[in-house]
């Protein structure tokens, strides 16, 4: 038995224990393997504890009867009534302080004459068959078993050999409860710091850009100048001394190293601050390159090494692109909280829903903390950079080991670094992310980093209303008719029913309602129809307002030579009344954006309140085939609720009004992340590739082969794809 089975067979004794510290035995009662039998094996039922029965007569008192046992029903009646009188004690009794001894039972006396204890004299005492029941009861709730502990799954295995050492030891830290003593206690989350302010949060991006902008532009000049070299020495183009001295050579190459490593600050910055996080990221690899190789240049020029050059212009241009990437990651940052700064709170926001991404009222709750959490190609870092680190150490020891060459150990593995750290890899996330901040800032949006594009983008479908599709001036209100009926109280009719249904035609309704000198009603008991329509009670008169078609499925007779398709129709007691001409024009910018969604695969969901704009009249207005979502009404309702409410967590802020915003905040977002991961998948294999190539040409002694140039052309090939997948982010 382990040590779990032991505790758990402890603790369920001491919880029986703790039942029966408080219970007293039955004076003058003796329990026999005969009574036990009794009660347990023959499944007697216990004779009712009455004044009849004589005190003394003990034995007797739990003996099998003689006579016919009752129903099940009356037996269970039976208990239940002898628990409610005879039980009178806590669910869970509270263990005292100090075990007190038992008091001597008084003596039984043995006069047969003396009458019996009356029923409600007799104390209050518990059982051994119910205190067993319940202590079995308690075992079983906590095991299925009730002694041994569940088998283990594999998926719970798995997860539990995953799991840090640290959480574990925290889980096994935090206080249980009395209650729940197995069960883990739920996780603390520690509260987010307060965000800052947009005005500080711009003012601090805008001096570290500053700072970032100088030391790029300062590296870029000694990276330069190794590439010259590179290509110079490649062609034969340097004089004699170049290759007859291997101090000047090896000199030169290890001081220009050292100054770009010098003006490249925060990449040793950020190198050395993911260390205590077990964060080795592509600062990490940049650095150690740069070490290594010139360890290496320094090696040749006091003459332990070879004699051919070591890849200093690959180290350097793998520096000077960290030092970019911190750059291009700065200035996105600077671009959004310059959006944010704009005012103080955004008219919109744009979140993630049940039912796809939607653009509700502006906050600014939680957009500092997305823009700070880290990408996914950083995270994937942490994995596949000491990987690489690590691989190339050791295939450089194999190779120097098997062909005895030691003295070659620092060139070989600055050139495996070179080769198997990608250039692209500083560039993963910051070099997508500044171009897509870049457009997006002309359009009035900022994004919240990639937790923020990653939220955004996680649905294939986007809730759009009525003022997106048909932006303020593209609806025009072009004249009504009237039937029967004074013109100014079904004008004060339509905008009545209108208010009342939040439809967007109200302003319409209003201004002509103002402008002729009108009222407007009160409309009460309002309805929605799934055939496009809202009725209700204005004056006591019943009043329909909504499509042609829905009049028609409301059995209200329209004209025959109606050719209107825009229009409103208004009914009164099921008389046709008025009809509203509505016209609706078609935005180029709304039909940029519904091109937009059909490319990217998302559909849009129809939030509308009007019985008008369906995806038929989509289609022929924009000739643009999305294939939008129409629910029902209660679902358009509740999404348009939800678009008028505030949002929760501000992962893009949106300044301007309109569909294209909006569009493209989420394209954007999702082209955003499809070049993080391809370009992050490209990488690393270039990185791959460009080791197992170094190691085969290393172990064959083709050092000619492995030229400065070379490997810096290699490295540069391998960084196009990054360059050209990030660049669909600026194109959709």
């Given at each position: ?197 947009p005005d500080d949060a711009l003012r601090v ?61 925060d990449v040793w910055r950020a190198a050395f601050a993911g260390l ?457």
């Amino acid at each position: 038995m382990g040590r779990e089975q032991d505790k758990q067979l402890y603790e369920t004794l001491r919880r029986t224990g703790e039942l029966l510290q408080n219970v007293r035995p039955v004076e003058g009662e003796s329990y026999t393997l005969e009574s036990i039998l009794a009660e347990f094996g023959s499944g007697a039922a216990e004779p009712a504890l009455t004044s009849d029965l004589p005190a003394d007569d003990t034995a007797e008192l739990y003996a099998p009867q003689q006579e016919e046992t009752p129903p099940v029903e009356d037996t269970a009646m039976a208990d239940k009534k002898s628990l409610r009188s005879l039980l009178r004690f806590p669910h869970r009794p509270a263990r005292p302080a100090e075990p007190e001894e038992p008091e001597e039972p008084p003596a039984i006396e043995s006069d047969d004459s003396a009458p019996a204890a009356p029923a409600e004299d007799i104390p209050d005492r518990v059982r051994v068959r119910d205190v067993m029941w319940d202590t079995v009861d308690s075992a079983m709730a906590e095991n299925d078993d009730g002694i041994l502990p569940p088998r283990e799954s594999l998926g719970q295995r798995i997860r539990r050999l995953l799991t840090p050492k640290n959480e574990k030891q925290r889980e096994a830290r935090d206080p249980q409860d009395t209650e729940e003593l197995w069960a883990p206690a739920p996780r603390r989350e520690a509260p987010l710091p307060p965000e800052p302010e947009p005005d500080d949060a711009l003012r601090v991006e805008r001096r570290q850009l500053k700072h970032l902008r100088r030391f790029t532009l300062l590296a870029a000049i000694p990276a330069l100048c190794l590439c010259v070299l590179a290509v110079l020495e490649a062609f034969s183009w340097l004089p004699d001394i170049w290759w007859d001295d291997d101090v000047i050579r090896c000199a030169t190459l290890a001081a220009a190293l050292a100054i770009t490593a010098l003006l490249s600050p925060d990449v040793w910055r950020a190198a050395f601050a993911g260390l205590p996080k077990g964060a080795f990221r592509c600062e990490f690899a940049a650095a150690l390159t740069t070490v290594v190789t010139l360890a290496a240049c320094i090696g040749g020029a006091v003459g332990f090494g070879m004699s051919q050059s070591p890849a200093a212009a690959a180290a350097a241009v793998l520096s000077w692109l960290c030092q970019w990437g911190i750059f291009l990651r700065t200035s996105a940052r600077r671009q959004s909280f310059h959006q944010a700064a704009v005012g103080l709170t955004p008219p919109y926001v744009v979140g993630p829903t049940a039912a796809g991404a939607c653009k509700q009222k502006g906050t600014l709750h939680g957009f500092y903390h997305l823009s700070d959490r880290p990408d996914q190609p950083a995270l994937w870092q942490r994995y596949t950079v000491p990987m690489l680190l690590l691989a190339a150490t050791v295939l450089s020891l194999l190779t120097c080991l098997t062909h005895h060459a030691m003295y070659r150990f620092l060139w070989v593995w600055s050139t495996m670094l070179c080769a198997c750290v990608p250039l692209g890899m500083p560039l993963f996330f910051p070099l997508p992310m500044a171009w897509l901040q870049h457009r997006l800032s002309r359009s009035g949006v900022a994004l919240a980093g990639y937790a923020g594009a990653r939220a955004v983008s996680r649905g294939r479908r986007l809730v759009v209303t009525e003022g997106d599709l048909f932006p303020p001036g593209t609806v025009a209100f072009n004249g009504y008719k009237v039937f029967g009926e004074e013109r100014l109280k079904m004008l004060s009719y339509a905008a009545a029913v209108s208010h009342a249904a939040g439809s967007s035609l109200y302003p319409l309704f209003a201004q002509q309602l103002a402008g002729e000198g009108g009222f407007r009603s009160q409309c009460e008991d309002l309805q929605y129809y799934e055939d496009g329509g809202v009725g209700g009670t204005i004056h006591g008169e019943t009043v329909l307002m909504g499509s042609a078609y829905f009049m028609r499925r409301r059995h209200v007779a329209l004209p025959h030579d109606l050719k209107l398709q825009t229009g409103v129709f208004l009914a009164v007691d099921g008389v046709l009344c008025a009809i509203f001409v509505i016209k609706y024009q078609p935005s180029r910018n709304v039909e940029w954006a519904l091109r937009a969604l059909k490319r990217a695969r998302l559909r849009p969901v129809l939030a509308v309140r009007s019985g008008n704009v369906t995806p038929r009249l989509l289609k022929r207005k924009f000739a643009v085939d999305a294939h939008p979502i129409y629910p029902d009404v209660s679902t358009r309702l509740a999404l348009s609720d939800t678009v008028e409410s505030r949002g929760d967590m501000a992962c893009a802020l949106v300044y301007r009004e309109g569909l294209m915003p909006l569009v493209e905040a989420v394209v954007g977002s999702k082209r955003l992340l499809t070049a993080c991961r391809v370009s992050s998948v490209l990488g690393h294999l270039t990185g791959v590739t460009g080791l197992l190539l170094t190691y085969y040409f290393v172990s064959v002694a083709a050092f000619a082969t492995l030229t400065p140039l070379h490997l810096l052309s290699f490295a540069l090939l391998g960084l196009l794809p990054t360059v050209l997948v990030a660049g669909l982010v600026r194109h959709f």
